[in-house]
């Protein structure tokens, strides 16, 4: 069930990657204004806990395949955060929403990287217990 778990997560990350391409990409098309303060307080927030979460993982020894996407889940979410800040910054300077869709496009790619990173890891661990028969 672990790795049915794992699979569903790089299957949700990979869903959540095409998402967010097209939430920047209807962004693009009809226009919209980031809220650069408010969008850095939350990415801030979310980046601490994500970091106190990698911190708490990081300490696991001999994780299995759904602690290791839970891993590349917070990993995941504190790199996004960070750019999140930083499109932030841009916006509140430049005035622009242009930082918002390129951070969001390098989001929806750090997740599809991620989602396929968990599948292979999935598909992996499921070849393991094939060939030394061992229960999935």
Same mark, same amino acid.
Request: net charge negative; hydrophobic share 55%; proline share 2%.
């Given at each position: 069930w672990k790795r049915g778990g794992a699979r569903f997560s790089g299957i949700m990350l990979l869903i959540?990657?095409?998402?967010v391409i097209f939430d920047a990409y209807r962004r693009f098309v009809e226009g919209s204004d980031p809220g650069g303060i408010l969008m850095m307080a939350m990415a801030f927030i979310a980046g601490m806990v994500n970091?106190?979460?990698?911190r708490l993982l990081q300490k696991m020894e001999n994780k299995d395949v759904n602690m290791r996407a839970a891993?590349?889940?917070?990993?995941?979410?504190?790199?996004?955060? !960070? +750019? *999140?800040? $930083?499109?932030?910054?841009?916006?509140?300077?430049?005035?622009?929403?242009?930082?918002?869709?390129?951070?969001?496009?390098?989001?929806?790619?750090?997740?599809?990287? !991620? +989602? *396929?990173? $968990?599948?292979?890891?999935?598909h992996d661990e499921h070849h393991k217990a094939v060939h030394n028969h061992q229960p999935e």
């Open positions: 959540f990657s095409a998402g970091l106190y979460c990698l891993t590349t889940f917070s990993f995941n979410d504190f790199i996004s955060n !960070g +750019g *999140i800040i $930083i499109a932030g910054i841009i916006v509140m300077l430049t005035g622009t929403n242009w930082p918002d869709l390129v951070v969001g496009v390098a989001v929806a790619g750090i997740a599809a990287w !991620g +989602g *396929i990173g $968990i599948l292979r890891d999935a």
